[in-house]
C-alpha cells in the first residue's frame, strides 16, 4: 500500500505485487469489453446517414446536420465524462454508467426501425415522403441522448482503465502497458471493419432492423464481460479534479495583474512543489509571462508550515502557473483539429457512392456505400506499421531525434495530406459528375466505378496515421500527467466542434449557392450540383488551416522546455560567486 501511495495511486485493497497479474487477467475482459463496445457503437452509428434517409425520410442536408450535431455533443460530453471521473465517480463507475446508458440507447435506435408507429411509412420512389412526426422524432433524439451519454463516459475512460491494471514502475508492467496499447487499437481497427462491411450490408440489403440489432447484442455481451471482470479489476480513486488548480492560477493572475514581475522572478514567484505529486516538476518559462503574476508574493499572503499557500485563491506556485500554461499553450495547435477533420472526414462520400456504380468488378455484388469508408480505415492499417518500422529508423538516422520526427512535425504532415486529399476528391467528383451528365439521356447512377473514391479515402487514412495519432499523443504527452483524461476528450472536443463548424458550413453553402448562376452544390441529387466547386473550397480552407499551424508550431514550446535566455542566465548565476 506504502508504494502504491507513492506512485500517486490510491488503490482499493490492492497488493503492489498483484497489480501486474492483475493487468493479465483482466485484459481478457477490458479487451472483449472493448472489442464488444466498438462493435456496436461503430456499428449502429457508421450508417445512421442512410438510415435517417431511407427510413425517417429525411432530406440529406437534415440528416448531415442532425448526425453533425449529435457527433459534436457526444465529442463535447466527453468533457464533462472525464470531470466527473476524476472528481466523482473513477473510471470504474463511470465506465460501468456509461455502457449501460449505451446499451439502452442502441435498442431504442433498434426499436424505431422494428416497429412501424416509430418511424415514418415507407416511401415509394415517385412518391411524397411523409417525414416523421413529433413522437417518432422525439423518440429518435431520446436514443441519441442515451448513446451521448454512453459516449461521453466511455471515450476518455476505457484507454486509460486498461492501462490502470499495469505498475508503470515495473518492467512487467511496462510490457503489459505496450500489449494493451497494442490490442486496444487492433480491437478499433477490428470493429470498424467488421461494422463497415458485415453489419452495414445487413443492414443496407437484409434488414434494418436485424442489421442494428445485431450492434446492440455486441453491447450487451460488451456490458456482460466488463462486469463479469468486476472482482479482479484495479480501481484507481478520484483525487479531485485538477481543473481547480487551473482555474486558479487564471483567477489569481487576473487578481494581480497590475503587479510587476521581480527582475528574476524564477528566484522570487512562490515555488512550492507538492512532494507526492504525480506531475513532473516543470522549469520556468518566461512565455505567457502574464500568468507568472498568480505566484508573486505580497505581504498579505501567507504561508503555511508546510510550504503551502493558506489561500490558494490568492497565491499559487510556479509549478501550478507552468502547469497552467502547459494547457494555455495547447489551445492554438488544438484548434486547427476543427479543420483538418472537415478535411479528413468528407460525408459526402457515401452520398456519392449511392450515385456511383459500386458493383464489385464484373459481379453482381454491389458494395454497400457506407463500406466504402473502410478504405480509409485500410489506408491507416497499412501505413501504421510502415511507418513505425521503415519510415522512424529512417528519419532518425537523419535528425537524431527518437521518434524520427517532432509530434508538431508528424502532425503537420497530416494536415498538408488533407489539402492533397479534397483537391483528389473534387478531381474525381467533378469526372463522376460528368460521366452521369454525359449519357444521352442523363442517369442517376454514374457510369463511373466506386473504386475511383478510393484513391481520396487512402488519403484521408494516410493524414489520420499522421495527425489524429499524433494529436493523441500530443496531448498525452503535453498535459500535465494529472490531466491525462483531459488530454482524451480534448481531442474528441476538436472533433465535437468540427462536427458543428461543418454542419454550419454546409447550411451557408447550400443557401448561399442555391440562387447562383451555377446552381445548388449541394442539392439531393449530386449530379445537379457541384460537389467538386465544395471540395475545391475545402481544400482552401485546408490550406489556411496548414499556413495557421505553421505559426503556432513556430511560437510553441514543448513541456519541461526551458527558456534558452533564462537556462543561460541561471547557469550564470550559478557559476557567479557574487550573485545574489
Known amino acids: 500500500m506504502e508504494k502504491n501511495e507513492q506512485d500517486g495511486v490510491k488503490m482499493e485493497d490492492e497488493e503492489p505485487e498483484q497489480i501486474n497479474y492483475r493487468g493479465i487477467k483482466a485484459m481478457p475482459f477490458i479487451i472483449g469489453n472493448e ?17 435517417l434517409t431511407t427510413v425517417f425520410n429525411m432530406s440529406r442536408i437534415s440528416a448531415t446536420t442532425l448526425l453533425n450535431v449529435f457527433n459534436g455533443t457526444t465529442n463535447i460530453a466527453t468533457l464533462v465524462g472525464a470531470y466527473l471521473c476524476d472528481t466523482y465517480f473513477g473510471r470504474y463507475k463511470t465506465l460501468g454508467f456509461a455502457s449501460i446508458a449505451s446499451l439502452f440507447g442502441l435498442l431504442v435506435i433498434t426499436l424505431t426501425a422494428a416497429f412501424k408507429n416509430l418511424h415514418p411509412p415507407h416511401c415509394e420512389h415517385g412518391e411524397r415522403c411523409v417525414g416523421p412526426d413529433a413522437g417518432q422524432m422525439a423518440f429518435l433524439l431520446f436514443g441519441f441522448g442515451l448513446l451521448i451519454v454512453g459516449a461521453g463516459g466511455i471515450r476518455p475512460c476505457n484507454l486509460a482503465f486498461g492501462v490502470d491494471q499495469f505498475n508503470p514502475n515495473t518492467e512487467s508492467g511496462k510490457r503489459g502497458i505496450d500489449s494493451f496499447f497494442n490490442w486496444y487499437y487492433f480491437t478499433i481497427t477490428f470493429a470498424q471493419i467488421v461494422s463497415l462491411t458485415l453489419v452495414v450490408y445487413v443492414q443496407s440489403n437484409v434488414s ?16 456482460l464481460l466488463f462486469f463479469v471482470g468486476t472482482r479482479i479489476y484495479v480501481k484507481v480513486s478520484p483525487e479531485g479534479s485538477p481543473m481547480t488548480s487551473l482555474v486558479q492560477v487564471m483567477v489569481v493572475a487576473v487578481k494581480k ?15 512550492y512543489v507538492p512532494t507526492k ?32 499557500a493558506a489561500d490558494p485563491w490568492n497565491l499559487c506556485s510556479m509549478q501550478q502557473v507552468e502547469e497552467a500554461k502547459c494547457v494555455v499553450r495547447l489551445i492554438p495547435i488544438s484548434l486547427t483539429s476543427i479543420v483538418y477533420h472537415i478535411g479528413v472526414q468528407q460525408q459526402y462520400i457515401v452520398f ?57 512535425q508528424r502532425m503537420g504532415i497530416g494536415l498538408f ?25 442523363p442517369v442517376a447512377i454514374s457510369p463511373m466505378s466506386g473504386m475511383w473514391l478510393v484513391p481520396q479515402l487512402a488519403l484521408g487514412g ?50 448561399t449557392t442555391e440562387g447562383a448562376s451555377t446552381g445548388n452544390w449541394l442539392p439531393e441529387d449530386l ?54
Open 257 to 271: 495583474r497590475r503587479l510587476e514581475l521581480p527582475r528574476q522572478p524564477w528566484l522570487h514567484l512562490f515555488n
Open 208 to 223: 434494418w432492423s436485424i442489421g442494428l440489432g445485431i450492434p446492440t447484442i455486441f453491447m450487451f455481451v460488451s456490458c
Open 277 to 308: 505529486s504525480i506531475n513532473s516538476k516543470l522549469p520556468y518559462t518566461e512565455q505567457l509571462s502574464f500568468l507568472n503574476k498568480a505566484a508573486i508574493i505580497t505581504p498579505e499572503d501567507q504561508i503555511k508550515p508546510d510550504g503551502t
Open 352 to 408: 456519392q457512392a449511392l450515385q456511383s456504380d459500386r458493383h464489385l468488378g464484373n459481379t453482381s455484388f454491389q458494395v454497400p456505400a457506407a463500406s466504402y469508408v473502410v478504405f480509409a480505415m485500410l489506408g491507416l492499417a497499412f501505413w501504421v506499421p510502415i511507418y513505425d518500422r521503415l519510415f522512424v529508423p529512417y528519419a532518425r538516422r537523419i535528425t537524431k531525434k527518437e521518434g524520427g520526427i517532432t509530434i508538431l
Open 35 to 51: 472489442t464488444f463496445e466498438k462493435l456496436g457503437a461503430i456499428g449502429t452509428l457508421s450508417n445512421l446517414q442512410v438510415y
Open 462 to 511: 494516410l493524414a489520420e496515421a499522421f495527425n489524429a495519432i499524433g494529436q493523441l499523443e500530443f496531448y498525452y504527452k503535453q498535459f500535465p500527467e494529472n490531466m491525462r483524461s483531459f488530454g482524451g476528450a480534448f481531442f474528441f472536443c476538436g472533433n465535437a466542434l468540427s462536427s458543428y463548424v461543418y454542419s454550419f458550413f454546409i447550411s451557408v453553402v447550400h443557401r
Open 527 to 580: 449530379n445537379q450540383g457541384r460537389l467538386d466547386y465544395f471540395y475545391y473550397l475545402i481544400a482552401a480552407l485546408c490550406a489556411l488551416n496548414f499556413c495557421y499551424f505553421l505559426v503556432c508550431a513556430h511560437w510553441y514550446r514543448y513541456k519541461g522546455s526551458e527558456d534558452s535566455s533564462v537556462a543561460v542566465e541561471m547557469e550564470a548565476k550559478k557559476h557567479d560567486p557574487h550573485s545574489a
Open 417 to 441: 495530406i488533407t489539402i492533397i486529399e479534397s483537391i483528389v476528391g473534387a478531381i474525381v467528383e467533378e469526372r463522376r459528375r460528368s460521366l452521369a451528365l454525359a449519357r444521352p439521356e
